[in-house]
C-alpha cells in the first residue's frame, strides 16, 4: 500500500512540477501581454481643411457611412472648412476690420461654397446640386442634419477662428458642437483606427 | 513512512493550491486578452478623390510601393478620381442628357488629366511626363499595370458613377477591380494599419 | 491512515489534472497572444505633397502639436512640398536644363509660397501673414524652427528631387533632416497611430 501511494505521489508530484514551470510561463504571457501596443478605437477622425463643396460633401458621406456601420466619428473644421459652418441668418458684432473682412470674404455657410473642379462660375456646382437631388444623394443641408442626428462630433479649430475673426455666435445650431484647439482633435485621432485629411 | 508520506502530500498539496491560484491568474490573462483592442492589418487604404496627374500618380507610387513591403493595398476611387479609370477605346450607350454631358466635360481617362499646378495650358503636365520618362520614373498607364500585377485592389465608388452617369461597361480592364459603396470600403480602411485621402 | 492519504491523494490528484487544464489553457493563451495584431506606436507621419502655404502651415501645426503631447513626429515632403524646404540663399551648380527650369519655377522656399485659395495676386497671402503675427499665430519660419528644437524629423522625398533636378546642397539646415525613398517613408507610416496626406 505504502509503495504504490509513494508512486502516486511521485507522479503527483511530478504534476506540481509542472505547476511550478506554468507560474513561470504565466509570468512570461504576462510581461509579453503588458508590452502589446493595443489598437485604436472603433472611430474615424476626419480634418475638414477644405472649404470646398465637394470635398466637405465627401468628409460627411464618409462620417455618417461609419456611424452607420457602428463607429464613432469626429470631424474637426479648421482654415477654409471652417466658414462652411457658419450660420448664414446668425450676426454678431464686435468685430475687428480684419474680421469684418474675413467675414464678408469667406463663404456664408454650407450653401454658399462651390466645387473644388468644374464650378465654371457657379454653374457646375448648381448642376451637381441638381444632380444629387434627382439621384437621390442627400444634399449638404441634409448630410449635416442627419450627421447631427446619428451622433457624429463636430469641432471648430479656435486658431481658425481667432485667425478669421469668427465668434462662437455665427456658427449653426448643431447637437455635437465644440470649440477646441489641435490637441484635443489629436487626442481622438490618435485613438481612431482611421484619421483623414480632406 | 507515513508521516513522511503526509508531509510530501502537504507540500503536494501547497502546489495545488499554486495551481488554483494559477487557474484564477488565467482567468485575470484572459480577460486582459480579451480586452486589448487588436492592431489593423498590415494594408493600406487609399481614397482617390483627386483626379489630378500629380496626386493619381502619388497615389498609385504608394500603392505599389507598399507592395512590395508586403503589405496589401486597397484604393478607392470617387469623385475626381473616378473618371481618371475610363478607358477612351470604349464606348456605352444609353446615357441620360447630364451623363453624356459629364462623359463629354470630364477627363477621358488616365492620358487626359493634368497636374493640379503648373500645368501651363498642358505644358507643364507634357513638360513632367517628359522627364519622367528621362528620369525612369514609371508613366501612370506603367503604374496601373504595375499594380495590377502586384495585386492592388481597386474599388470604383458606385454613388459617384451613379452621379456622373458612368457605367461599368466604360472602365479599364484591370485583374481586381470591384464596383463598391462607401461602406466596403470603410471595412477595409478601419483594418488598415494606413488611410490616406488624396 | 493510509485510506485518509489515498483520499487526498485523489484530492492532490484532481489538482493535477486541472495542472494539465491548465498546461492546455496556458498553451491557447499563448497563441491568442501570438495572434494579436499589436497596435501602432504613438507617432503621426504626414506627407506633405502640397506646397500651399495654408496646407503646409497645418502640416506643421499638427507636427509640433503632436510633439507637444508626447508623440514622435516624422514629416515627408513630396512633390509642390519638396521646394518648400529649398534655402533661397544656397546656390548649387551642375543642373541640367530640365533642373535649371524647375529651380526658376518652383517657389524659392518657404517664404515664397502662397495660399491655396484667395491668394489675390499675393495680397491673400500678405494679409494672412500679418493676422497671424497679429494674433500671434507662429510664421512657417518660428514653425520649422520650433519643430526642429521639438525634433520633429523631416524626409525629402528622393524621388522628387530627382524629378525637379534639386540637389541636397540647396535644403533648409534642420536638425533632422534626411534623403530617403517612399518605402522609408512607409516603414514609419504603417507604425504610427495617425497619417495624414496634406
Do not use: H
Amino acid at each position: 500500500m505504502a509503495e504504490v501511494l509513494t508512486t502516486k505521489i511521485e507522479e503527483i508530484k511530478k504534476g506540481t512540477m509542472t505547476g511550478g514551470d506554468l507560474a513561470k510561463q504565466m509570468a512570461d504571457l504576462k510581461r509579453q501581454i503588458e508590452n502589446i501596443k493595443p489598437g485604436a478605437e472603433d472611430k474615424i477622425s476626419i480634418i475638414v481643411f477644405s472649404g470646398d463643396l465637394d470635398k466637405v460633401l465627401a468628409a460627411f458621406i464618409i462620417a455618417t457611412g461609419a456611424v452607420a456601420m457602428g463607429m464613432e466619428a469626429v470631424m474637426f473644421f479648421t482654415f477654409w472648412g471652417t466658414p462652411v459652418l457658419r450660420d448664414p441668418k446668425k450676426r454678431v458684432g464686435g468685430k475687428d476690420f480684419m474680421g469684418k473682412m474675413f467675414g464678408f470674404m469667406l463663404p456664408k455657410g454650407r450653401n454658399a461654397i462651390k466645387l473644388s473642379k468644374m464650378n465654371m462660375a457657379g454653374m457646375g456646382t448648381s448642376m451637381m446640386k441638381s444632380l444629387m437631388k434627382k439621384k437621390n444623394v442627400a444634399s449638404l443641408d441634409q448630410m449635416i442634419e442627419m450627421a447631427g442626428e446619428l451622433g457624429v462630433k463636430i469641432y471648430i479649430c479656435e486658431m481658425s477662428m481667432s485667425l478669421m475673426g469668427f465668434k462662437q455666435g455665427e456658427f449653426i445650431d448643431y447637437p455635437n458642437l465644440e470649440y477646441v484647439g489641435v490637441a484635443t482633435f489629436l487626442e481622438q485621432a490618435k485613438n481612431s483606427k482611421v484619421q483623414l485629411f480632406i
